[in-house]
């Protein structure tokens, strides 16, 4: 057994779990290859993202994944824009609808600390820069 490791399930541990941003790229890398079938670009020099302040992706390890996924293909290279825009929520205290930083904000409104999120997990594929 290496050095640092455990076994785990018949195989060796690290103790680093993978990044759900890994998968994340390649399911985005894939979706950019279905359309550069389609519309027979060669580069991409520009991907534009949106990810919700709520979801449970890190922007600086999903641009660490797409810099290492993207070397050696058609997006090495590529700038990736990563838009954060707050979560929704309603205020259980004043019935507000408010947008916020984080899920544990207090309520812009009226103060009050028990915020229902109701939006802000998203991830979209926005746009895309090719040549």
Avoid: W
């Avoid at 590529?78 to 979560?87: C, N, R, T, V, Y």
């Amino acid at each position: 057994m290496p050095a640092g490791c455990r076994k785990a399930a018949g195989r060796y541990h690290t103790g680093i779990e993978p990044m759900h941003e890994l998968t994340i790229c390649e399911s985005l890398f894939k979706m950019v290859e279905q359309e550069q079938q389609t519309r027979h670009f060669t580069k991409v020099c520009r991907v534009r993202l949106e990810i919700g302040r709520f979801s449970c992706l890190d922007p600086e390890a999903l641009r660490y994944a797409f810099d290492i996924l993207g070397r050696e293909t058609m997006l090495e290279g590529a700038k990736l824009e990563i838009d954060q825009p707050p979560g929704d929520a309603i205020c259980l205290d004043c019935g507000a609808a408010v947008a916020v930083d984080t899920r544990l904000s207090d309520c812009p409104a009226c103060g009050g600390k028990r915020l229902r999120p109701t939006g802000g997990d998203q991830m979209r594929f926005i746009e895309m820069e090719v040549r």
